[in-house]
């Protein structure tokens, strides 16, 4: 069964310093998306793609937030400068993008960010 | 605004008993209602969902049903096993939005 993968599993990482994380979809899908959990807390929105640009984002996708399609199957978060605040579970999703209607998201395993 | 709202955990139970994870929901509009479970060290499954009112989603014994009366879907299922230990995550997901709206998810530990 296909399904959404992430690498790495876990990045621990400096304040300060780039990371990106990094997913890849499920192949016919359309439409991508970046969550993340916070240890013990909500499973949050980040940001969705479509045609190779983002069609939604929450007020926690902030300018230090990026996402790219670099090639026909990967697809990216970066974050430029990472905080202390920003560790975190990260969760790539992907949905098949039907017309209309509620798409069903399929998950990845997650990365773990943890900042030093 | 939209939201879910469910149960808090840890739920423990003992090998064949009983579960009920109650979920509620806040929204606009017509969503769907989805269940997902995170088994250790793994990712966010789908476990079943509902798009309309009073459908029932079901799946590996869980079965939810959407209940708009009540603005409920809770997880149920009626003999546990030690391999459904997990957390359990409600979700809404509304029309023509891409953004799922998570639960705080409930940790289920079935003990043999």
Request: charged share 20%; glycine share 8%; hydrophobic share 30%.
């Given at each position: 069964?296909?399904?959404?993968?992430?690498?790495?599993?876990?990045?621990?990482?400096?304040?300060?310093?780039?990371?990106?994380?990094?997913?890849?979809?499920?192949?016919?899908?359309?439409?991508?998306?970046?969550?993340?959990?916070?240890?013990?807390?909500?499973?949050?929105?980040?940001?969705?793609?479509?045609?190779?640009?983002?069609?939604?984002?929450?007020?926690?996708?902030?300018?230090?937030?990026?996402?790219?399609?670099?090639?026909?199957?990967?697809?990216?978060?970066?974050?430029?400068?990472?905080k202390?605040?920003?560790?975190?579970m990260?969760?790539?999703?992907?949905?098949?993008?039907?017309?209309?209607?509620?798409?069903?998201?399929?998950?990845?395993?997650?990365?773990?960010?943890?900042?030093? | 605004?939209?939201?879910?709202?469910?149960?808090?955990?840890?739920?423990?139970?003992?090998?064949?008993?009983?579960?009920?994870?109650?979920?509620?929901?806040?929204?606009?509009?017509?969503?769907?209602?989805?269940?997902?479970?995170?088994?250790?060290?793994?990712?966010?499954?789908?476990?079943?969902?509902?798009?309309?009112?009073?459908?029932?989603?079901?799946?590996?014994g869980?079965?939810?049903?959407?209940?708009?009366?009540?603005?409920?879907?809770h997880?149920?299922?009626?003999?546990?096993q030690?391999?459904d230990?997990?957390?359990?995550?409600?979700?809404?997901?509304?029309?023509?939005?891409?953004?799922?709206?998570?639960?705080?998810?409930?940790?289920?530990?079935?003990?043999?």
């Amino acid at each position: 069964e296909p399904e959404v993968t992430q690498t790495p599993s876990h990045q621990v990482t400096q304040m300060g310093q780039e990371v990106i994380l990094r997913c890849v979809p499920i192949s016919n899908h359309l439409y991508f998306y970046w969550y993340r959990q916070i240890l013990g807390q909500k499973v949050e929105f980040l940001v969705s793609f479509y045609n190779n640009e983002i069609s939604e984002k929450s007020e926690i996708f902030d300018d230090q937030f990026s996402v790219e399609r670099p090639d026909g199957s990967n697809f990216t978060l970066k974050i430029r400068s990472t905080k202390l605040e920003d560790s975190a579970m990260y969760f790539c999703a992907s949905s098949e993008g039907r017309a209309g209607g509620v798409d069903t998201q399929y998950f990845g395993p997650g990365t773990r960010l943890t900042v030093l | 605004g939209n939201s879910v709202t469910q149960m808090e955990g840890p739920v423990t139970l003992s090998e064949e008993a009983f579960l009920t994870i109650n979920c509620t929901y806040t929204a606009t509009g017509y969503p769907s209602l989805f269940w997902y479970v995170q088994y250790p060290g793994e990712g966010l499954q789908l476990l079943l969902k509902a798009t309309k009112a009073d459908d029932k989603g079901s799946n590996k014994g869980f079965e939810a049903t959407y209940r708009k009366e009540t603005t409920s879907f809770h997880l149920e299922k009626g003999s546990v096993q030690v391999s459904d230990s997990a957390v359990y995550f409600c979700a809404l997901g509304r029309y023509n939005n891409n953004d799922m709206r998570f639960g705080a998810g409930t940790r289920l530990t079935v003990k043999p």
